[in-house]
């Protein structure tokens, strides 16, 4: 019998709500259960540094042997949408919003940076199953690189502080390849094109610290916005969050189809568009110390407005696409 969206929606709602509550248990042990910001730094290295790191490395080092590969034109349709939304968003909150011109680079970064490797990475695979994972990863290895070099540059103009040396851009360029998430890519995709599978010795244990991977991310998630207050400049923080959670995985979903990018494909990239801001926007802010009270608002607004919209952006995907195979 065929799903109606709304059956859709439920379906994916119940597989998203334990994650979602992971995200508020990650809250409630910063907030009411004594773990504090040490506690927290000390999870996110090893999530961050180890176990998303390992998760993505066994993944990936199958590809040969599942012949699963991603169409690397998904990179055309979500960075192209990135882009678009990107000045779009500096023009919304430099003539509407009347912001300053840093901040409405940062802004327009926070209307398209999503939170991709602690909470995409596991949330794909966890709702929409591991054959996602070589789109999540073609995204995750120049995410970082292309958005912050992107807002870099915007900022620079702003500041109109002289121009961007070789130097800068090779220091930027270093620091993602230092990335344990890139270097567990490309590790995973060298080691796929041996077609050899990984020795039971080191495959086991791989495979038992990258299990902890969701787990553990989600709750990081949470215990960092248990850092963050809502604040003063909510209206401008509404018109951020609705931008990056509407506009933006709209935006990437017209761009696939016109490009003619395949349901899979197609549906790992609409739900990276679908996710809350990254934390790395609010390191933007705070480093160009620029708009920090609405981007801290609007990391918690996304974060708990998308446990709704994700799971009915999953459920309209598998409706319009018949299923994912």
């Not at 990650?26 to 910001?37: T, Y």
């Not at 169409?71 to 500096?90: E, K, M, Q, T, Y």
Request: glycine share 8%; proline share 4%; with cysteine.
């Amino acid at each position: 019998m065929e799903q109606t969206l709304f059956t859709q929606f439920l379906l994916q709602f119940g597989k998203s709500s334990p994650l979602f509550l992971l995200i508020f248990l990650g809250f409630a042990f910063s907030r009411w259960f004594g773990f504090n910001k040490t506690a927290s730094t000390v999870l996110s290295r090893f999530a961050f540094n180890i176990a998303l790191p390992a998760m993505l490395f066994r993944l990936l080092s199958n590809l040969a042997l599942t012949e699963s590969h991603a169409d690397l034109r998904l990179l055309i349709a979500f960075f192209g949408a990135c882009f678009i939304l990107f000045f779009i968003g500096r023009f919304v909150s430099g003539y509407l919003l009347k912001m300053k011109p840093v901040e409405t680079a940062i802004f327009g970064t926070g209307c398209v940076f999503s939170n991709n490797g602690l909470l995409g990475l596991p949330l794909a695979i966890a709702m929409l199953g591991e054959k996602v994972a070589p789109s999540v990863s073609a995204v995750l290895s120049l995410n970082a690189l292309v958005l912050w070099t992107l807002v870099s540059i915007a900022v620079e103009f702003s500041l109109q502080s002289g121009h961007l040396t070789i130097r800068s851009f090779l220091k930027t360029l270093a620091s993602v390849f230092k990335n344990p998430l890139i270097i567990a890519i490309f590790c995973g995709v060298a080691w796929s094109f041996t077609g050899l599978s990984i020795p039971y010795v080191v495959d086991e244990p791989v495979r038992l610290i990258g299990n902890s991977a969701t787990a553990l991310s989600l709750i990081v998630v949470g215990m960092g916005l248990s850092e963050y207050g809502i604040g003063q400049g909510l209206g401008k923080s509404f018109v951020l969050s609705s931008i990056k959670l509407f506009i933006h995985p709209t935006l990437i979903f017209c761009l696939a189809l016109l490009i003619g990018l395949g349901p899979v494909e197609t549906t790992a990239i609409v739900f990276l568009g679908c996710l809350p801001m990254g934390v790395n926007v609010y390191l933007m802010c705070r480093q160009f110390h620029a708009a920090e009270a609405v981007i801290a608002n609007a990391m918690i607004i996304t974060t708990v407005v998308s446990s709704f919209t994700v799971p009915m952006a999953v459920a309209f995907l598998t409706k319009y696409f018949g299923g994912l195979g």
